[in-house]
């Protein structure tokens, strides 16, 4: 399937050198290209969903990345044409005073897909490599274990047939300022704006050596870390859905042809004389 594509791009000059001509005088992708390339991708995002359905596989994503580095934007696009069924979001708020007690990555294993699923993780166990440590809210004790700890877990999960992606979204100092003051100017963003981000936002050099700790330590072949520049957002999530679809083996399955039935006939029924109470049509 992945070679079909880049045979699909070849033939119609699609290479990435080209790929400028739709791009803004900015340099970033244009809005009516993206929109173009995103729809072939939601096309085989489809496709994958229904191979994966039909073949009980199982995909697990982690999406990992400094604040305002794109993720929750990503997973938008991955999950905009698919089945929420099949396509799980799993963003997990503070751990409970119960869930502190217990093995780190407990917490995160129920979350993991059955046959027939794709679990998303807005976050992941890498908060303790990340957020946790740089915030003080782990001990150094605690961080060495678990980089210990996840080479081996993820060796397990991989083990019971799970095909585990791993994507760290990078975004330069002055873009996430610039994304950060604009949460602060609009009205539809302010609520992405936490304490947490402000407090994090200062310590930029503590997370750029945490994060580098955390691929020094769990990068391995059998789970590698995939980094996504994120500066357009645009071209992150195409680059992000066209690697992640290249990354499975998914196949195109049958489909059944489908036609409309016929509607029954009426038989008598009328409409109520009841009014329905219709939503003002302002628009």
């Given at each position: 399937?992945?070679?079909?594509?880049?045979?699909?791009?070849?033939?119609?000059?699609?290479?990435?050198?080209?790929?400028?001509?739709?791009?803004?005088?900015?340099?970033?992708?244009?809005?009516?290209?993206?929109?173009?390339?995103?729809?072939?991708l939601?096309?085989?995002?489809?496709?994958?969903?229904?191979?994966?359905?039909?073949?009980?596989?199982?995909?697990?994503?982690?999406?990992?990345?400094?604040?305002?580095?794109?993720?929750?934007?990503?997973?938008?696009?991955?999950?905009?044409?698919v089945?929420?069924?099949?396509f799980?979001v799993?963003?997990?708020?503070?751990?409970?005073?119960?869930?502190?007690?217990?093995?780190?990555?407990?917490?995160?294993?129920?979350?993991?897909?059955?046959?027939?699923?794709?679990?998303?993780?807005?976050?992941?166990?890498?908060?303790?490599?990340?957020?946790?440590?740089?915030?003080g809210?782990c001990?150094?004790?605690?961080?060495?274990?678990?980089?210990?700890?996840?080479?081996?877990?993820?060796?397990?999960?991989?083990?019971?047939?799970?095909?585990?992606?791993?994507?760290?979204?990078e975004?330069?100092?002055?873009?996430?300022?610039?994304?950060?003051?604009?949460?602060?100017?609009?009205?539809?963003?302010?609520?992405?704006?936490?304490?947490?981000?402000?407090?994090?936002?200062?310590?930029?050099?503590?997370?750029?050596?945490?994060?580098?700790?955390?691929?020094?330590?769990?990068?391995?072949?059998?789970?590698?870390?995939?980094?996504?520049?994120?500066?357009?957002?645009?071209?992150?999530?195409l680059?992000?859905?066209?690697?992640?679809?290249?990354?499975?083996?998914?196949?195109?399955?049958?489909?059944?042809?489908?036609?409309?039935?016929?509607?029954?006939?009426?038989?008598?029924?009328?409409?109520?004389?009841?009014?329905?109470?219709?939503?003002?049509?302002?628009?």
């Amino acid at each position: 399937m992945a070679e079909a594509r880049a045979e699909k791009k070849r033939a119609n000059g699609k290479q990435q050198a080209g790929a400028h001509e739709g791009a803004t005088a900015s340099g970033r992708l244009g809005t009516k290209e993206y929109e173009k390339e995103l729809r072939a991708l939601h096309i085989e995002l489809v496709k994958l969903q229904e191979w994966v359905v039909q073949t009980g596989a199982k995909v697990c994503v982690l999406f990992e990345g400094r604040d305002t580095a794109g993720k929750g934007g990503t997973i938008k696009a991955i999950t905009e044409r698919v089945s929420p069924r099949v396509f799980r979001v799993i963003a997990l708020p503070a751990p409970t005073d119960r869930e502190k007690t217990q093995m780190y990555i407990q917490r995160y294993l129920p979350h993991l897909p059955a046959a027939g699923e794709i679990v998303l993780f807005d976050r992941s166990w890498y908060n303790r490599a990340g957020v946790e440590r740089v915030m003080g809210f782990c001990t150094d004790d605690q961080v060495e274990n678990f980089f210990k700890a996840v080479p081996l877990i993820e060796h397990a999960i991989i083990q019971s047939g799970i095909i585990l992606l791993k994507y760290w979204l990078e975004v330069s100092e002055d873009e996430q300022t610039r994304r950060l003051e604009a949460r602060i100017t609009d009205e539809r963003k302010i609520w992405k704006l936490t304490p947490m981000d402000l407090r994090s936002y200062s310590r930029w050099y503590d997370y750029s050596r945490a994060r580098d700790d955390m691929f020094a330590a769990t990068d391995t072949d059998k789970a590698p870390w995939f980094v996504v520049r994120s500066d357009d957002k645009k071209r992150a999530r195409l680059n992000l859905i066209t690697h992640l679809l290249d990354s499975i083996p998914y196949k195109t399955m049958p489909r059944p042809k489908i036609k409309l039935p016929k509607r029954q006939k009426a038989e008598g029924y009328r409409q109520p004389d009841r009014p329905a109470r219709y939503v003002p049509e302002k628009f």
